[in-house]
């Protein structure tokens, strides 16, 4: 019996009022009952939102929250001041958390050791890259411990969008743009340095299995945006760093006919399961809208694992598990998926 390192992947939409978010909790092992032979995509309801969270407004009417997600159970959520809060779900409490030395309006993180590295991609060098880290510290009233940010160099690449990042080695951080190329950052000797003029061939975050020594990820857009597996440390090996390719590729969701692709997102449950998460429009929906009518997203979750097959077990399959689709509000245009 496979063991999860992850039992709950979280949701976090637009709320019912305009300037709020829902954190919805999602039990993944539920997926993983049988495996499915055809396409079936079940429809289901979200979960009833665990938390709401709202920006504080501004004079300007600019208001907005970002959500990073710490060790299992933990979320972070960050305001366009640099305010931060930290919603513990399995205690289902809410604590204060220490603000960012810069606001980030565009993060990624990733977890290497005890550390959590979070840079900003919106293209702000200033103070855009820090380490948020749990450790004591002392102040009036005695020693306490708590998570404290410490500042890191900025990135040496001119701002852009962040296409792909993954942890490499077990103490690089790779980042890619489409424009830039590839870098790393070394979080022992705390310096970056340039992969190659190459950028990496999937989108978002790839996700580690040590069972397989492989990455694995979302393909990019004209890869029509499937579920891969690659080496990167192959990469690094040769004595010219070479732009990783792409070992396996699978389709894990056939697309309803209208279905119009919005974004992708990859968690690892732990074992070589998986979380895919796809978002939708309805094409054929919107044209029949009027103009100022607010679009109608849904999302498809669906689980798949990844097992050794093949002779002496060298090859890799995908087995595919439940899918659900969710309706999302009318008009919803901001989705996380932690």
Same mark, same amino acid.
């Given at each position: 019996m496979r063991s999860f390192l992850r039992q709950f992947v979280y949701l976090v939409v637009d709320g019912r009022r305009p300037g709020t978010f829902d954190l919805h909790r999602i039990n993944m092992s539920r997926f993983f009952r049988s495996p499915l032979m055809g396409t079936t995509v079940v429809e289901a309801r979200l979960p009833r939102p665990k938390m709401t969270f709202y920006a504080p407004s501004s004079e300007?009417?600019?208001?907005?929250?970002?959500?990073?997600?710490?060790?299992?159970?933990?979320?972070?959520?960050?305001d366009q001041m640099g305010h931060? /809060?930290?919603?513990?779900?399995?205690?289902?409490?809410?604590?204060?958390?220490?603000?960012l030395s810069r606001p980030k309006y565009s993060p990624i993180s990733v977890a290497v050791g005890?550390?959590?590295?979070?840079?900003?991609?919106?293209?702000?060098?200033?103070?855009c890259f820090e380490a948020l880290?749990?450790?004591?510290?002392?102040?009036?009233?005695?020693?306490?411990?708590d998570w404290r940010y410490h500042s890191l160099p900025s990135t040496p690449y001119r701002p852009g969008d962040i296409d792909a990042y993954a942890v490499v080695g077990g103490s690089d951080v790779w980042v890619s743009t489409e424009a830039e190329g590839t870098y790393s950052f070394?979080?022992?000797?705390?310096?970056?340095?340039?992969?190659g003029e190459w950028s990496l061939p999937f989108c978002g975050l790839a996700e580690y299995v040590p069972e397989y020594k492989l990455w694995f990820g979302i393909s990019k857009k004209e890869d029509r945006n499937l579920f891969c597996a690659l080496d990167l440390a192959a990469a690094t090996s040769r004595r010219r760093c070479m732009a990783p390719v792409p070992r396996n590729v699978w389709q894990d969701l056939r697309p309803r006919k209208g279905w119009?692709?919005?974004?992708?997102?990859?968690?690892?449950?732990?074992?070589g399961r998986f979380c895919i998460a796809r978002f939708f429009y309805d094409e054929e929906q919107i044209e029949a809208q009027a103009d100022d009518d607010p679009w109608k997203m849904f999302a498809?979750?669906? /689980?798949?694992?990844?097992?050794?097959?093949?002779?002496?077990?060298?090859?890799?399959?995908m087995v595919r598990y439940r899918s659900e689709c969710y309706s999302l509000r009318d008009g919803s245009l901001n989705q996380w998926v932690l």
């Amino acid at each position: 019996m496979r063991s999860f390192l992850r039992q709950f992947v979280y949701l976090v939409v637009d709320g019912r009022r305009p300037g709020t978010f829902d954190l919805h909790r999602i039990n993944m092992s539920r997926f993983f009952r049988s495996p499915l032979m055809g396409t079936t995509v079940v429809e289901a309801r979200l979960p009833r939102p665990k938390m709401t969270f709202y920006a504080p407004s501004s004079e300007d009417n600019i208001s907005s929250l970002q959500f990073l997600l710490l060790d299992r159970n933990k979320v972070l959520a960050t305001d366009q001041m640099g305010h931060a /809060a930290i919603y513990d779900a399995g205690m289902n409490a809410l604590r204060t958390a220490p603000p960012l030395s810069r606001p980030k309006y565009s993060p990624i993180s990733v977890a290497v050791g005890h550390k959590h590295y979070v840079l900003d991609c919106s293209g702000d060098k200033d103070n855009c890259f820090e380490a948020l880290v749990y450790e004591g510290g002392e102040t009036s009233c005695g020693v306490y411990h708590d998570w404290r940010y410490h500042s890191l160099p900025s990135t040496p690449y001119r701002p852009g969008d962040i296409d792909a990042y993954a942890v490499v080695g077990g103490s690089d951080v790779w980042v890619s743009t489409e424009a830039e190329g590839t870098y790393s950052f070394n979080t022992v000797r705390g310096a970056w340095s340039k992969k190659g003029e190459w950028s990496l061939p999937f989108c978002g975050l790839a996700e580690y299995v040590p069972e397989y020594k492989l990455w694995f990820g979302i393909s990019k857009k004209e890869d029509r945006n499937l579920f891969c597996a690659l080496d990167l440390a192959a990469a690094t090996s040769r004595r010219r760093c070479m732009a990783p390719v792409p070992r396996n590729v699978w389709q894990d969701l056939r697309p309803r006919k209208g279905w119009f692709p919005v974004t992708s997102s990859l968690v690892h449950l732990g074992s070589g399961r998986f979380c895919i998460a796809r978002f939708f429009y309805d094409e054929e929906q919107i044209e029949a809208q009027a103009d100022d009518d607010p679009w109608k997203m849904f999302a498809v979750f669906t /689980a798949v694992e990844v097992r050794p097959c093949g002779e002496a077990g060298k090859g890799l399959e995908m087995v595919r598990y439940r899918s659900e689709c969710y309706s999302l509000r009318d008009g919803s245009l901001n989705q996380w998926v932690l």
